[in-house]
Nanobody, 111 residues
Framework: QVQLVESGGGLVHPGGSLRLSCAAS????????LGWYRQVPGKQREFVAN???????NYADSVKGRFTISKDNAKNMVYLQMNSLKPEDTGVYYC?????WGQGTQVTVSS
């Protein structure tokens, strides 16, 4: 099982930007996507974005045009660039690969 470690969360004003990073403990197969999910207390974890190696990324409708997922295969890293952040983007963001999850990183969007 692969270990995933997220970083880059924090507090940002509405309209601001953050870049999340996810470090994988080993190289990952291109067959399965790497994904980002988020969760707020009392709600189910929801899909944000995912990416296959060499393939097109997929985004939740709520983040299309604002978030960009990217992957660095040489470094075993996946990133989530988040622009034009809104208060409703607040939550704990998790990196996911097959059945492995990171510990999450908190993103808070507030004035």
């Amino acid at each position: 099982q692969v270990q995933l470690v997220e970083s880059g969360g924090g507090l940002v004003h509405p309209g601001g930007s953050l870049r999340l990073s996810c470090a994988a403990s080993r190289s990952l197969s291109s067959v399965h996507p790497l994904g980002w999910y988020r969760q707020v207390p009392g709600k189910q974890r929801e899909f944000v974005a995912n990416i296959f190696s060499g393939g097109s990324p997929n985004y939740a409708d709520s983040v299309k045009g604002r978030f960009t997922i990217s992957k660095d295969n040489a470094k075993n890293m996946v990133y989530l660039q988040m622009n034009s952040l809104k208060p409703e983007d607040t939550g704990v963001y998790y990196c996911q690969y097959i059945n492995s999850w990171g510990q999450g990183t908190q993103v808070t969007v507030s004035s």
